[in-house]
Protein backbone atom coordinates (compact mmCIF):
# COMPACT_ATOMS: atom_id res chain seq x y z
CA UNK A 1 0.00 0.00 0.00
CA UNK A 2 1.42 3.14 -1.02
CA UNK A 3 1.88 6.18 1.75
CA UNK A 4 2.51 9.70 0.82
CA UNK A 5 4.05 11.86 3.62
CA UNK A 6 4.87 16.03 3.39
CA UNK A 7 7.50 17.67 4.65
CA UNK A 8 8.99 21.33 4.64
CA UNK A 9 8.80 24.24 6.68
CA UNK A 10 6.39 24.82 8.91
CA UNK A 11 6.81 29.12 8.71
CA UNK A 12 7.28 31.25 5.97
CA UNK A 13 7.85 34.64 4.88
CA UNK A 14 6.03 37.05 2.82
CA UNK A 15 7.42 37.06 -0.87
CA UNK A 16 9.57 34.01 -0.42
CA UNK A 17 9.09 30.64 -1.83
CA UNK A 18 6.98 27.61 -0.10
CA UNK A 19 8.64 24.27 -0.65
CA UNK A 20 7.35 21.00 0.10
CA UNK A 21 8.63 17.43 -0.42
CA UNK A 22 6.28 14.49 -0.34
CA UNK A 23 7.73 11.16 0.60
CA UNK A 24 6.41 8.41 -1.26
CA UNK A 25 6.88 4.61 0.43
CA UNK A 26 5.34 1.10 -0.46
CA UNK A 27 6.38 1.50 -4.48
CA UNK A 28 8.64 3.23 -6.85
CA UNK A 29 8.08 6.75 -7.80
CA UNK A 30 7.99 7.05 -11.62
CA UNK A 31 7.72 9.31 -14.30
CA UNK A 32 4.84 9.05 -16.40
CA UNK A 33 3.13 6.14 -13.77
CA UNK A 34 0.78 8.40 -12.29
CA UNK A 35 0.00 12.00 -11.76
CA UNK A 36 1.23 13.13 -8.59
CA UNK A 37 -0.78 16.34 -6.84
CA UNK A 38 -0.99 18.81 -4.55
CA UNK A 39 -4.12 20.21 -2.91
CA UNK A 40 -4.20 22.61 -0.36
CA UNK A 41 -6.90 23.57 2.47
CA UNK A 42 -7.12 26.62 4.53
CA UNK A 43 -8.12 26.65 7.86
CA UNK A 44 -11.82 26.21 8.11
CA UNK A 45 -12.11 26.36 4.05
CA UNK A 46 -12.62 23.96 1.20
CA UNK A 47 -10.28 22.02 -0.78
CA UNK A 48 -8.17 23.79 -3.67
CA UNK A 49 -6.56 21.67 -5.98
CA UNK A 50 -2.86 23.33 -6.95
CA UNK A 51 -1.65 20.84 -10.02
CA UNK A 52 -0.46 17.96 -11.07
CA UNK A 53 2.89 16.60 -12.49
CA UNK A 54 3.29 13.62 -14.69
CA UNK A 55 5.92 13.70 -16.77
CA UNK A 56 8.09 17.50 -16.84
CA UNK A 57 6.08 17.62 -20.05
CA UNK A 58 2.94 16.95 -18.39
CA UNK A 59 1.89 18.98 -15.86
CA UNK A 60 -1.15 21.10 -15.12
CA UNK A 61 -1.69 23.69 -12.37
CA UNK A 62 -4.78 25.80 -11.41
CA UNK A 63 -4.45 28.67 -13.71
CA UNK A 64 -5.28 30.77 -10.69
CA UNK A 65 -1.66 29.98 -9.05
CA UNK A 66 0.06 29.16 -12.46
CA UNK A 67 2.09 31.76 -12.43
CA UNK A 68 3.46 30.87 -9.04
CA UNK A 69 3.98 26.93 -9.40
CA UNK A 70 6.46 24.35 -9.73
CA UNK A 71 5.77 20.74 -9.15
CA UNK A 72 8.97 17.86 -9.92
CA UNK A 73 9.83 14.51 -9.33
CA UNK A 74 13.29 13.38 -7.79
CA UNK A 75 12.95 9.58 -8.87
CA UNK A 76 16.35 9.43 -6.74
CA UNK A 77 14.78 9.61 -3.42
CA UNK A 78 11.29 8.89 -4.68
CA UNK A 79 10.02 12.00 -3.76
CA UNK A 80 7.35 14.74 -5.28
CA UNK A 81 8.30 18.09 -5.02
CA UNK A 82 6.36 21.74 -4.60
CA UNK A 83 7.21 25.05 -5.26
CA UNK A 84 5.40 28.09 -4.67
CA UNK A 85 6.80 31.45 -4.71
CA UNK A 86 6.05 35.19 -3.78
CA UNK A 87 3.44 34.05 -0.83
CA UNK A 88 1.47 35.73 0.99
CA UNK A 89 -0.89 35.43 4.33
CA UNK A 90 -3.79 33.53 1.44
CA UNK A 91 -1.38 30.82 0.89
CA UNK A 92 -1.65 29.80 4.69
CA UNK A 93 -3.22 26.04 4.91
CA UNK A 94 -2.74 22.63 5.00
CA UNK A 95 -0.67 21.61 1.67
CA UNK A 96 -1.43 17.88 1.08
CA UNK A 97 0.03 15.53 -1.70
CA UNK A 98 -1.88 13.02 -3.46
CA UNK A 99 -1.38 10.26 -6.01
CA UNK A 100 -3.71 8.65 -8.45
CA UNK A 101 -3.78 5.17 -9.01
CA UNK A 102 -4.33 2.63 -11.59
CA UNK A 103 -7.98 2.30 -13.29
CA UNK A 104 -9.21 5.44 -11.00
CA UNK A 105 -9.45 8.83 -12.67
CA UNK A 106 -9.55 11.19 -9.33
CA UNK A 107 -7.65 14.33 -8.24
CA UNK A 108 -6.18 11.92 -5.37
CA UNK A 109 -7.09 7.84 -4.54
CA UNK A 110 -4.14 8.24 -1.98
CA UNK A 111 -3.47 11.45 0.43
CA UNK A 112 -0.43 12.18 2.64
CA UNK A 113 -1.68 13.41 6.20
CA UNK A 114 -0.92 17.08 4.98
CA UNK A 115 1.59 19.91 6.48
CA UNK A 116 0.40 23.02 8.04
CA UNK A 117 2.35 25.98 6.13
CA UNK A 118 2.09 29.75 7.47
CA UNK A 119 2.88 32.85 6.32
CA UNK A 120 3.64 35.14 8.52
CA UNK A 121 6.70 37.44 9.42
CA UNK B 1 -11.75 28.71 -12.11
CA UNK B 2 -14.96 28.35 -10.20
CA UNK B 3 -15.46 26.13 -7.34
CA UNK B 4 -18.46 23.65 -7.96
CA UNK B 5 -21.91 24.54 -5.81
CA UNK B 6 -22.53 22.55 -2.77
CA UNK B 7 -24.87 22.93 0.05
CA UNK B 8 -23.53 24.14 3.28
CA UNK B 9 -25.07 21.60 5.32
CA UNK B 10 -27.36 18.44 5.01
CA UNK B 11 -28.54 16.58 8.16
CA UNK B 12 -30.45 13.26 8.85
CA UNK B 13 -31.08 10.97 11.78
CA UNK B 14 -29.47 7.36 11.62
CA UNK B 15 -31.00 4.77 9.21
CA UNK B 16 -32.25 7.35 6.82
CA UNK B 17 -31.06 8.48 3.64
CA UNK B 18 -29.38 12.20 2.48
CA UNK B 19 -28.03 13.27 -1.31
CA UNK B 20 -25.68 16.13 -1.49
CA UNK B 21 -25.41 18.03 -4.93
CA UNK B 22 -22.77 19.20 -6.62
CA UNK B 23 -23.32 21.80 -9.45
CA UNK B 24 -21.09 22.66 -12.09
CA UNK B 25 -21.07 23.85 -15.47
CA UNK B 26 -20.91 22.09 -19.19
CA UNK B 27 -17.06 22.85 -18.70
CA UNK B 28 -16.20 20.40 -15.54
CA UNK B 29 -19.34 18.16 -14.50
CA UNK B 30 -20.91 18.34 -17.24
CA UNK B 31 -18.12 17.65 -19.87
CA UNK B 32 -17.07 14.66 -18.03
CA UNK B 33 -17.78 11.57 -15.98
CA UNK B 34 -14.74 12.36 -13.84
CA UNK B 35 -16.88 13.66 -11.04
CA UNK B 36 -15.70 12.14 -7.12
CA UNK B 37 -16.48 12.23 -3.70
CA UNK B 38 -14.20 12.58 -0.84
CA UNK B 39 -15.14 12.24 2.75
CA UNK B 40 -12.99 14.34 5.35
CA UNK B 41 -13.23 13.73 9.42
CA UNK B 42 -12.16 16.74 10.89
CA UNK B 43 -8.19 16.72 11.32
CA UNK B 44 -7.83 14.36 9.20
CA UNK B 45 -6.90 13.77 5.27
CA UNK B 46 -9.66 13.32 2.73
CA UNK B 47 -10.81 9.91 1.92
CA UNK B 48 -12.04 8.97 -1.98
CA UNK B 49 -15.68 7.65 -1.88
CA UNK B 50 -16.64 7.58 -5.46
CA UNK B 51 -14.64 8.24 -8.31
CA UNK B 52 -15.54 8.34 -11.83
CA UNK B 53 -19.56 9.65 -10.90
CA UNK B 54 -20.69 6.18 -9.54
CA UNK B 55 -17.45 4.02 -8.81
CA UNK B 56 -16.67 3.00 -4.88
CA UNK B 57 -12.86 2.21 -4.07
CA UNK B 58 -12.14 -0.95 -2.55
CA UNK B 59 -13.25 -0.69 1.06
CA UNK B 60 -16.13 2.03 0.61
CA UNK B 61 -19.46 0.79 1.70
CA UNK B 62 -22.10 0.36 -0.94
CA UNK B 63 -24.76 2.47 1.34
CA UNK B 64 -22.30 5.54 -0.66
CA UNK B 65 -23.68 5.90 -4.42
CA UNK B 66 -23.29 8.73 -6.80
CA UNK B 67 -25.16 9.70 -10.15
CA UNK B 68 -24.97 12.89 -12.10
CA UNK B 69 -27.70 14.40 -14.60
CA UNK B 70 -25.99 17.06 -17.12
CA UNK B 71 -24.51 19.74 -14.62
CA UNK B 72 -25.21 18.34 -11.31
CA UNK B 73 -23.52 15.32 -9.49
CA UNK B 74 -24.97 13.82 -6.47
CA UNK B 75 -23.78 11.94 -3.79
CA UNK B 76 -26.52 9.60 -1.79
CA UNK B 77 -25.84 7.88 1.68
CA UNK B 78 -28.35 5.07 2.50
CA UNK B 79 -29.00 4.07 6.02
CA UNK B 80 -26.64 7.07 7.47
CA UNK B 81 -24.35 6.11 10.47
CA UNK B 82 -22.81 7.86 13.49
CA UNK B 83 -19.18 7.70 11.73
CA UNK B 84 -20.74 9.34 8.46
CA UNK B 85 -20.53 12.57 9.91
CA UNK B 86 -17.99 14.84 8.32
CA UNK B 87 -17.44 17.13 5.54
CA UNK B 88 -18.03 16.28 2.38
CA UNK B 89 -16.47 17.70 -1.38
CA UNK B 90 -17.20 16.83 -4.74
CA UNK B 91 -14.77 17.27 -7.46
CA UNK B 92 -14.48 17.17 -11.53
CA UNK B 93 -12.06 17.30 -14.15
CA UNK B 94 -12.66 20.16 -16.12
CA UNK B 95 -12.07 21.19 -19.49
CA UNK B 96 -8.90 23.07 -19.20
CA UNK B 97 -7.25 19.98 -18.11
CA UNK B 98 -7.31 20.91 -13.94
CA UNK B 99 -9.56 19.25 -11.35
CA UNK B 100 -11.85 21.76 -9.42
CA UNK B 101 -13.63 20.74 -6.22
CA UNK B 102 -16.77 22.10 -4.46
CA UNK B 103 -17.38 24.01 -1.13
CA UNK B 104 -17.92 21.25 1.04
CA UNK B 105 -21.11 19.98 2.55
CA UNK B 106 -21.70 18.89 6.90
CA UNK B 107 -22.77 16.56 6.94
CA UNK B 108 -24.84 16.19 10.29
CA UNK B 109 -26.52 13.21 11.82
CA UNK B 110 -28.91 14.03 14.24
Known amino acids: QVQLQESGPGLVKPSQTLSLTCTVS??????????WSWIRQPAGKGLEWIGR???????NYNPSLKSRVTMSLDTSKNQFSLRLSSVTAADTAVYYC?????????????WGQGTLVTVSS | QSALTQPASVSGSPGQSITISCTGT?????????VSWYQQHPGKAPKLMIY???NRPSGVPDRFSGSKSGNTASLTISGLQTEDEADYYC??????????FGGGTKVTVL
Open chain 2, 26 to 34: SSDVGAYNY
Open chain 2, 52 to 54: EVT
Open chain 2, 91 to 100: SSYTTYSAWV
Open chain 1, 26 to 35: GGSIRSGSYY
Open chain 1, 98 to 110: ARDSVGITAAGAY
Open chain 1, 53 to 59: FYTSEIT
